[in-house]
């Protein structure tokens, strides 16, 4: 992909992601904001916010499924800004790449936490919080199904020497 590619789809992304916004200024500034403004914003923007938390989190689902790789790193970052600030390779180097994933991981928690005050706030007859605690359950689904995989196969690659009667250094 080349950079001018990458740099009209993070602006693409970018705009999409702050199209939330822009739709309630547009709402504020036409005085459209309901009798009760200040629960409409929150409302709007911590639905928005899960949202795209959890469309963050299903880039690593979508390589492990379907194999598409390109999008992981580019929406996390848009939608995680403090943690885009240590996604750059210099920020690894310098965090070190053990402390740069368990930093990452906070996203995890991130949408657990979202997921959880959105089920303490909805009203009844209300079921979009089920769905986005579904879509985390699956989406973090695939990730442990994919790291239990790949934990098996390096304890087999690690006893297939041992078996065999050679030592390993």
Same mark, same amino acid.
């Given at each position: ?12 992304a970018?705009?999409a ?11 504020f ?7 009760n403004p200040i629960?409409f914003?929150?409302t709007?923007?911590g639905d ?5 938390l ?8 979508l390589r492990i499924?379907?194999g598409l790789?390109w999008p992981?790193g580019?929406?996390a970052?848009?939608?995680?800004i403090?943690?885009?600030a240590t996604?750059t !390779?210099?920020?690894?180097r310098r *965090? $070190? ?5 368990r930093?990452? #991981?906070?996203?995890? %928690? &991130?949408?657990a936490?979202g997921?959880l ?8 007859g209300?079921t979009?919080?089920?769905?986005h605690?579904a879509a985390?359950? !699956?989406l973090?689904?695939?990730? *442990? $199904?994919d790291?239990?995989?790949r934990r098996?196969? #390096?304890?087999?690659r %690690? &006893?297939?020497?041992a ?7």
């Amino acid at each position: 992909m080349t950079r001018r590619i990458r740099l009209a789809l993070k602006s693409a992304a970018w705009a999409a992601c702050l199209a939330p916004l822009g739709w309630l200024a547009y709402r504020f500034a036409t005085g459209d904001l309901t009798a009760n403004p200040i629960s409409f914003v929150t409302t709007t923007l911590g639905d928005w916010t899960l949202r795209i938390l959890l469309a963050s989190l299903a880039m690593t689902p979508l390589r492990i499924v379907f194999g598409l790789s390109w999008p992981v790193g580019m929406l996390a970052f848009l939608s995680l800004i403090p943690l885009a600030a240590t996604s750059t !390779a210099g920020m690894v180097r310098r *965090l $070190g790449a053990r402390t740069w994933t368990r930093l990452h #991981r906070l996203a995890y %928690a &991130a949408g657990a936490l979202g997921c959880l005050h959105f089920l303490w706030l909805a009203k009844v007859g209300r079921t979009d919080q089920y769905w986005h605690a579904a879509a985390l359950a !699956a989406l973090l689904g695939v990730r *442990l $199904g994919d790291a239990l995989v790949r934990r098996v196969r #390096r304890r087999r690659r %690690a &006893a297939a020497p041992a078996a065999a009667g050679v030592r390993t250094p």
